[in-house]
C-alpha cells in the first residue's frame, strides 16, 4: 500500500491511498468547515441539493440512470461532524475497469463525481427554486423526525447540555428555523464562497489511475484567497459544576446519558491510554459496565461507552427501567472509582488491546474504512501509521491507565424518563 498527500492548489490536496486490494475504486472530496450556527444548515441544505444531479443530469431520475450504465457506480454526498468541524462529503465508488473491461468508463465516472460540486444544476446562476424548496421540506422533515430515535435524540440533548456555548453543542444537520429562512440566492451565495474559502481534502483508495490527479478541481479554484482555517477544539482544564438534566417523553424505558470530560487532549502521549482506559470501562462486551451493569445487576438493556476523539468527551449511555436510575447510577459511579484505582486485571487490558487492534486492523479490509482513517489522520495532523498507532497502544501500561482515569470527572447527567413518572434524583 503506497500512501501519497500533495498539495495541488491554495487549500486544496490530493491525498492517495494506492492499492489494488480492493475490486472497487474509491474516491472523495471533503469540504471542511467550522461548525458554526451562522452555516450549518445552509451546508446540510447544500449537500442535499447537490445529490440531486448536475448541469447535464438535471434531475434525480437522470443521475440514478447514469449510474446504472456505469456499471452501478455508486454516489454519495452527505455531511457530517467531527469534532468542532463539519464536513460536506461527495464521494464515488465505482468497480474497477479490471473486472468490467472497459477502461473508457472511469472517465465518465470521474466526469460524474467532478460535477456534481462544480456543475450542480442551476437556472440563471442560481440554484433552481423548487429543487430548494423541495430539500428545504426534506431537511425540516429529517430535523424534526430526530425524536423519534430515542436513544441518539438523548445523546444529542446530553451532548447540548454540556458543551453550551461550545461549537460541538451544534447540531450537525441545522435549525428548522434557519433552513425555513433560505432562499435559492442565499444557498446559491454560500455555495459559491465555501468553493473559494474552504480546505478541500480530495480523498482516492484504489489503484493507480492516471486519472486522478489536479485536474480534478477546475483551474480558476486552484489560485484562491484567504482560505478559513478551522482551530483545535477547546479542551477546558477547569472542573464544571455537575449538570443534571430530566426530561419526559413518550417512552417506557429510561435513557441515561453520562458525559464525562477528560483533559487529555488527542495530541497528548496519555491520549492512548485514555482510549484503553475507555474500552475497559464501558468500550465492549468485556468492560467493567457491560458485565456489572447488565449481567450480573441485569439494570441496563443497553451501555456502554463511547470516547469523542476531537473533544476528549467520554458518553455513557444505558437503556433502564425508570425505577432503576438511582442504583445504576451507583454501580457505573463504583465502576470508574475502580478504574481510578487501577482495580482491573492485566487479562482486562489484555482482552481491550486486543479489541482496539482487532478493530483497528479491519480498516485496512474497506476502501470507505481506509478513506475515513485518511481524513481522520488529516483533520488531527496525526502524522502516525496504523501500525504506529497499535504500537502505542501495546505500550500503554497500568500506570498510564490510572492517571488517564483519574483526569476523568462527571460533567452532565442526562436522563429521558416517561410522562407518567413522577421522578426525584435520588430515589
Sequence with gaps: MDISRESIGNGIYLNKVITHKFKSNLISINLIRPLERSEVSLNSLLSQVLGRGTTDLNSKAKLERKLEELYGAHLGVNISKRGERQ?????MEWADSRFTKDETY???VIKVFRDILFSPQMEEDKFRESLVEGEKKNLINK???KVNDKRTFALNRCIEEMCKGEAFSIYQLGYVEDVEGITSKSLTDHYKSILNDSQIEIIYVGKDNSLIDGSLVPE???????I????REYIPNENFQKNHIVEKEDVTQGKLVVGYRSNIPYEDNLYSALLLGNEIFGGGPNSKLFKDVREKNSLAYYVGTNLIKHKSIILLDA??????YQKTIDIIQTQLDDMKKGDFQDEDMEIAKKAIKTSSQSIIDSPHLMGEFTLGKIISKDGRSLDMMIDDIEKVSREDIISAMNTITIDTIYFMTAKEVEYNEGN
Excluded: A, M, T
Design 220 to 226: 480558476e479554484y486552484l489560485d484562491r484567497k484567504n
Design 143 to 145: 430535523i424534526e423526525s
Design 87 to 91: 464536513v460536506l462529503r461527495i464521494s
Design 106 to 108: 472511469e472517465k465518465e
Design 228 to 231: 478559513v482555517e478551522v482551530p
Design 319 to 324: 437503556g433502564i427501567d425508570i425505577k432503576n
